[in-house]
């Protein structure tokens, strides 16, 4: 039997588009000689999960949402099979909730339990409804849209009102203020010209004076460093004990002075023997008169010795008479060389 070159081509096609959908299923890691373990999921909602989005454990992909069908006819619920493309071991206590990002699809997340038995391929999984993302951002969003409308028309307010205020007076007074604005930020624009502007000149010399620091910047380097090492040497010095020793001989020089005044105290009052020979004019005549006597009792000793040491075999010589003042002392004359 002779086969057409049409039905070659009707069955090459056939066989290619198999090829490119088994093809295609492996490629997205399905199985598609035998059937994948298969997982079933309740929820009451679901958001915008679709069928081929992703199952995660930890992150890591590990199967796809197979089909989504409703569980009843008022759809109260909603059954998601879930088929693994990867061999993993499911503790039955693990909790399936939809989850998402902000750019990215919606994805069933799987949180293991800490259970040592396993889900089977049938078995249903718990579920956990959790707010997704989006749902977040419009429940905190909510509130601000809020207020901004009622801004919003609160503004709306203001202005309507604001309309009503100005007058043609209001609007003269207000094209005035409008020339003096213009007036003002001449005059700022003089201020702040670079060339000729006293905020320029002023930023001149601020930076003639930096230049100045910078310049200088070893010397004052170095200042810092001899006040740092003066400092150091002051507070290495033994202050504490030299003042201690200032104090005591002030101390000392206290007592010294006490007893001095004491001293002279006692010479200028007339009770003690040397205050009385400063002091008493007559004791001091007494004592001048008896320095008088006993120099002429010296002087009578030395010229008439034989008066007080009369030794004679012969018979005495006549006494002289005693002297009443003292005699003219000898003088040796002294030869300068």
Do not use: C, W
Request: charged content about 20%.
């Amino acid at each position: 039997m002779k086969i057409s070159n049409e039905a070659k081509i009707g069955l090459l096609a056939i066989v290619s588009i198999v090829v490119l959908i088994l093809g295609f299923n492996f490629l997205k890691g399905s199985q598609v000689f035998s059937k994948p373990p298969t997982v079933y999921a309740v929820f009451d909602k679901i958001g915008s999960l679709e069928k081929s989005n992703q199952i995660r454990i930890n992150g890591l992909p590990v199967g796809t949402v197979y089909d989504v069908k409703p569980v009843d006819r008022e759809v109260n619920r909603i059954l998601v099979e879930i088929h693994l493309s990867k061999d993993i071991s499911i503790p039955d206590n693990s909790i399936a909730f939809i989850d998402g990002t902000l750019l990215g699809a919606t994805y069933i997340n799987i949180e293991k339990g800490p259970s040592n038995s396993y889900l089977k391929s049938g078995d249903t999984i718990s579920t956990r409804l959790d707010p997704t993302l989006m749902e977040d951002l419009k429940s905190q969003l909510r509130p601000t849209v809020v207020r901004v409308n009622e801004t919003l028309d609160s503004l709306k307010l203001v202005i309507g009102n604001m309309n009503s205020i100005f007058d043609p007076n209001t609007n003269n007074n207000l094209q005035a203020m409008i020339a003096r604005l213009t007036i003002a930020s001449g005059h700022l624009e003089q201020l702040l010209n670079t060339q000729t502007g006293t905020l320029g000149r002023s930023l001149e010399n601020m930076n003639s004076v930096t230049g100045n620091l910078a310049r200088n910047n070893e010397s004052i380097t170095s200042s810092i460093r001899n006040v740092e090492t003066t400092t150091s040497n002051l507070s290495n010095a033994r202050i504490k004990e030299t003042i201690a020793e200032l104090e005591s001989t002030i101390t000392e020089f206290k007592g010294a002075a006490a007893g001095l005044q004491t001293s002279i105290n006692r010479i200028n009052s007339t009770d003690g023997t040397l205050g009385a020979l400063m002091n008493d004019r007559q004791l001091y005549e007494q004592l001048n008169r008896a320095a008088l006597g006993l120099e002429i009792l010296l002087d009578d000793v030395r010229v008439h010795p034989k008066r007080y040491v009369n030794i004679s075999v012969f018979g005495g010589k006549a006494t002289p008479a005693p002297l009443t003042s003292p005699v003219v002392k000898d003088t040796v004359a002294v030869t300068q060389k």
